[in-house]
Structure formats: structure tokens, C-alpha cells
């Protein structure tokens, strides 16, 4: 094999003459490593990296250390030698309305610099890398093609579906519209109660079409999981990992050591197509609005040719055909019982929706793992996935890029299947998510209002929080179709309703969004994909010379964070 080639000429001689200096020169690693266990023939394997973003407080990775030891064991029964990367991780949905959510998009690119520091510092040759809560899927992924790794991705896996003793078909999202919910009125404080305790009945993801499983069904479209992976679920009623999911890491590893022979590196997978393709899946699903931040920041890795232009272009032709949470009523564990992501890729291939040529880790094409997958006619009564002959809802219904006068640049829209035509609001205005939310609990946004929530961008925040809280309020107070939402922050994949995100230029560079004042009159115009304020181009011009940003203090990291992050136009990427 090449990579034991590539071992032999790092760790031990050859018999080359040229050898004998680069052979002295390891002594002292070797020495290193025969403390810990190598023995001779072990400086013959390849050295993977397992890339293990474990914590012990949130449901999606809580279960990595075993899958990480387990990965481990595989790799050394396969030939190979393991190299450990832990990596930091930040659950999205614990640290909403928190300071601490700054650090949740800091973590992607950090996830992606740990596993570089890791894999390049110990000369790795391949990399398996578990991926799980929203960051850390994009965050592991971004490594593969940065390096041009060998890699393959192991998805954590989903939750399943809460049920209480007075609310079922619960999900991670369940508890922020609850709390909506209760201070209208909707719901009592049992209710909330019951709704708190049993949303997330054990380990695994969002169970809906939030970020993580919009992420999974991105990263088995690329080509970088195996075929059905994107949505497993992570353990059983008894909260234990799954015999399935076991057997995807045996099979994960042995995939990568295939690709290793073949000579096939992310990026001979992650082309113009599979992007092309990861986008019309992820508008299919409906999925999150966090997937155009994290596709740009896979293209921007991969060097592949790739703008925020092209989601309109690819996904604009797209219709929606899944039925799940956040706009649909099931979630991923229902796909999985029906077949997975494979029965909507056959349903979008089938109609001429992908490139089928395209290569993945298992090395066969998309197309070929596809043939022996029945089509949505052959699974019998279901709603959970539409034929695209009668979607749940056109073309032109999920994710719009939007430009105008108030998003110069771009913003995204998120309309989940719904067709608002177009909306003219005056605004509210509030310079953090805080005043916003509290604002919508005590009732002060009114149906017809636009309330604009900004200073939260990439550098604004800094780290471009979620706005989770204050848009599951106003569903959860009956204000989701009454009320837009406008910010220079991000949106949950929980979040739906009428919700336009990543505002750029964001107000902390001096965006038109900074400019504007209560009452202004905002017009978001999905048949012209325009987001607007019906101001003159000379009265913002005005605004501008009187506007400046407001103090703040940051620490360390964010510091550093707000010095070179891009615009969320460009996937907040950090160089």
C-alpha cells in the first residue's frame, strides 16, 4: 500500500542510502512511541487520525467516546495505528441567548485547526472523523479538503422523537416554541414542565431537519459518509449505541483504507458537482439556512469555484418534498424506517435533480450505490417523502438569497414551504437578541411588524449567534406568519417562520442595517429576491455619517475571531 510506503520512509530505513539521515534523524520519535506500545512492525502501519469532537454535557457527541474507542479498535484490527484528536464543541441549543452562543460558529473553523494540528503534526496518513451537534460536522468535514486528506466522515447520529405524558413527536426545538407558547397563555407551567423533560429522550442530534441533520445529508451527498448514514440514529430506547451504528464505523474504516489504496483524497470527491448536488438535496429537505454558511466554507476548502450566487441558480429549481420538523411534522428517525437519504436521492436522480457520476468513500458513484434503492412508488402509503410530481411545495418555497438596499451584499431567507409574497412592515429595531426576545414575551411585537435584531454578525457578536429564542417565541405566540424577522445573526435549523438571516454587510462594518430606525418601513419581495427599506439612497448616506459602531470589550479569542472573519456573504470563514 502507499501509505505503508509513505510510513516506512518516515519511521524506519529502508535500505536506501539517502534513507540512513531521515532514519537517525526519528530515532527520537520512535523512542517516543515505543514508550507508549509501538513495536517494530508498527512503524510499518499508516497513522489515522480519529477526529473525536467528544463532550460530556450535550446529547449529540455525549456518546463519541465509545464510538471514538471503537473507531480505535477497528482501525488497529485493519492494519492501521491511531492518533486521537479531541476537539472542542458548543451546543448550539444550550448556549442560546447566552454569551456563550458567540463561541458556537467560532468552533466550526477551531474543530477543523485542532484536527490540522493533529494530522499534519503527526504526519498522519488518513483521517475518520466523527461528526455530530451542528459545528462539528462542517468543522470535521472542512479538514479533508483543506489537506486533501484521505478521509471519511462517521455520523454521530439523530435522536429520537421526545413523547411526555401530555405532549409527543417532541424535538429539540419543542422547548424554545414552548416558551413562546406559555407566555401567551397557549400552554400552563405543566405543560412547559413536560414539554422540558421529555424533548430529548437520549443521545444523538436535533432530531428534525435542523442544522446537524441538514449537515449529515450534505456530507452523505458530497460523497464523504456511506450511503445511509446521513440518517441513523445514534441509540436505541435504552440510550445505547446501536448495532447499526457500530457496524457503519467497521465499515467506514474499511472504506477508508480502500480510498488510501486508491488514491482518492477529498477533494478527487468534493467537486463543482457534488456542491451542486449537496444544494439541491438540502433545498429537497428543507433544510437549514446554517447549510449556506457551511457549503460556502466546504467550497472555499475544496477550491472549488462556488458563491452564494449559486444557491438561487441550483436550489431555485428545487422542490421541497420532505414532510419533517421544522415545517413538516416528521423527523429524521421516520426517513431512516423508510430507507434514509438514499430514497430521496433516488427520487431526485430519478427526475434528473443530481448528477449520479459523482464519486463517494465507498468508491462507487452515486448512481451506483443508488441502483438497488426502491423508488418512493415501490415503499407503499407514506407522507413522510413527496415524489416531485407533487412536492409538499415548488420551486421557488425553501431558501432565497436576497439583495437590496438593505442587504447590499446578500441576506437569506427561509420560507419552509410557505408562499408570503410580499411583506411590508415597519420596523423595531434592537441592537442584541436579549431586548428582542424580551420584546416578543411580554407582547410588544405586534402582527405586520419586521423586528430587526442586529450588531449580531460574524464580527458584530462576535461569532454570529443564533436567533432561536426570539423566532420560537413567535411561533410558539402564534406570530410566525404575522411577523418577519430580519437580523445580521443566524437562524436555528429549528427556526421557521418568516426569517431572513446573514445580513451583509452587518451592521458592525457600517451595513445599511445599522441605519435603520423604528418605524422605517422594510419590503422583503420573494418574487424579486430583494430585501429593502423604502429610504433614499441620500438619506442613508446621511444616517451613515452620523452612525458609529458601539464600544465593546472583547476577550482573547473573540478578539482575534473579529479581526479576520469574513462576511457571513462568504461563509464567515476565517482566512
Known amino acids: 500500500m502507499a501509505t505503508t510506503q509513505l510510513k516506512v520512509n518516515s519511521w524506519v530505513l529502508t535500505g536506501k542510502k539517502d534513507d540512513q539521515s531521515h532514519w537517525i534523524k526519528k530515532t527520537g520519535a520512535r523512542a517516543h512511541l515505543r514508550s507508549i506500545g509501538f513495536k517494530d512492525e508498527d512503524f510499518l502501519k499508516p497513522l489515522i487520525t480519529v477526529a473525536c469532537p467528544y463532550i460530556n454535557v450535550i446529547p449529540c457527541n455525549v456518546h463519541f467516546r465509545e464510538l471514538a474507542d471503537y473507531v480505535i479498535e477497528v ?3 485493519e492494519g492501521g495505528k491511531a492518533v486521537l484528536s479531541c476537539t472542542p464543541v458548543i451546543s448550539d441549543a444550550m448556549t442560546m441567548g447566552t454569551s456563550g452562543m458567540k463561541y458556537s460558529l467560532i468552533s466550526r473553523d477551531w474543530i477543523a485547526d485542532c484536527i490540522e494540528i493533529t494530522h499534519s503534526g503527526y504526519t498522519g496518513d488518513g483521517i475518520i472523523c466523527l461528526a455530530g451537534c451542528d459545528k462539528t460536522i462542517p468543522g470535521v468535514t472542512m479538514v479533508l479538503p483543506r489537506l486533501n486528506a484521505y478521509g471519511v466522515v462517521i455520523y454521530g447520529g439523530t435522536m429520537l422523537p421526545g413523547c411526555g405524558k401530555r405532549h409527543s413527536n417532541l424535538s429539540a426545538g419543542s422547548p424554545f416554541e414552548a416558551i413562546g ?9 405543566e405543560d412547559l414542565k413536560d414539554v422540558e423533560c421529555h424533548a430529548i429522550p437520549g443521545a444523538g442530534t436535533c432530531g428534525g431537519m435542523f442544522t446537524a441533520n441538514t449537515m449529515s445529508s450534505v456530507v452523505e451527498t458530497l460523497g464523504l459518509t456511506l450511503p445511509g448514514s446521513a440518517s ?4 436505541d430506547n435504552d440510550n445505547k449505541v446501536t448495532e447499526k451504528k457500530r457496524k457503519e464505523v467497521r465499515e467506514a474504516v474499511r472504506a477508508l483504507f480502500k480510498v488510501m489504496k486508491a488514491g482518492k483524497k477529498a477533494r478527487d470527491i468534493m467537486t463543482r458537482k457534488a456542491f451542486e448536488n449537496a444544494v439541491t438535496v438540502m433545498y429537497a429537505l428543507g433544510g437549514s439556512t446554517n447549510g449556506v454558511l457551511h457549503l460556502l466554507a466546504l467550497a472555499h476548502e475544496s477550491e472549488v469555484d462556488f458563491s452564494i450566487d449559486d444557491f438561487n441558480k441550483i436550489g431555485g429549481k428545487v422542490p421541497l418534498i420532505a414532510n419533517l420538523k421544522p415545517h413538516g411534522k416528521y423527523q429524521m428517525a421516520d426517513l431512516d424506517k423508510i430507507g434514509g437519504l438514499p430514497i430521496v436521492l433516488k427520487e431526485l436522480l430519478y427526475n434528473g435533480f443530481l448528477d449520479g457520476d459523482e464519486l463517494t468513500v465507498n468508491g462507487k458513484t452515486m448512481a451506483e450505490n443508488l441502483q438497488q434503492v426502491p423508488g418512493l412508488s415501490e415503499l407503499g402509503a407514506q407522507d413522510i417523502i413527496f415524489p416531485v410530481s407533487s412536492p409538499l411545495a415548488p420551486a421557488g418555497r425553501h431558501i432565497i438569497i436576497l439583495k437590496g438596499n438593505l442587504a447590499p451584499e446578500s441576506a437569506v431567507l427561509k420560507l419552509s414551504g410557505k408562499d408570503i409574497g410580499p411583506f ?7 441592537d442584541g437578541e436579549d431586548q428582542a426576545f424580551q420584546a416578543v414575551i411580554s407582547g410588544k411585537i405586534k402582527a405586520g411588524d419586521v423586528l430587526v435584531i442586529r450588531y449580531e454578525g460574524p464580527r458584530g457578536s462576535p461569532g454570529m449567534p443564533e436567533m432561536l429564542s426570539p423566532s420560537g417565541a413567535l411561533v410558539g405566540a402564534g406570530l410566525g406568519k404575522g411577523v418577519a424577522l430580519v437580523t445580521d445573526g443566524r437562524f436555528s435549523g429549528a427556526s421557521h417562520g418568516i426569517m431572513i438571516g446573514h445580513v451583509s454587510p452587518e451592521a458592525q462594518v457600517g451595513g445599511p442595517i445599522a441605519l435603520l430606525r423604528d418605524g422605517d418601513i422594510v ?5 424579486n429576491a430583494s430585501l429593502s427599506v423604502e429610504l433614499t439612497d441620500e438619506e442613508l448616506s446621511a444616517r451613515k455619517t452620523e452612525w458609529l459602531p458601539p464600544p465593546r470589550r472583547l476577550t482573547g479569542l473573540l478578539h482575534k475571531y473579529t479581526k479576520v472573519v469574513s462576511s457571513a456573504h462568504a461563509g464567515a470563514v476565517t482566512y
Not at 182 to 189: A, C, F, Q, V
Not at 523 to 527: A, G, L, P, R
Open 75 to 77: 482501525v488497529e484490527e
Open 232 to 235: 441513523g440514529v445514534a441509540v
Open 424 to 430: 411590508r412592515g415597519p420596523a423595531v429595531v434592537f
Open 181 to 189: 407558547s406559555y407566555s401567551k397563555g397557549l400552554m400552563d407551567i
Open 523 to 527: 419590503v422583503i419581495d420573494t418574487e
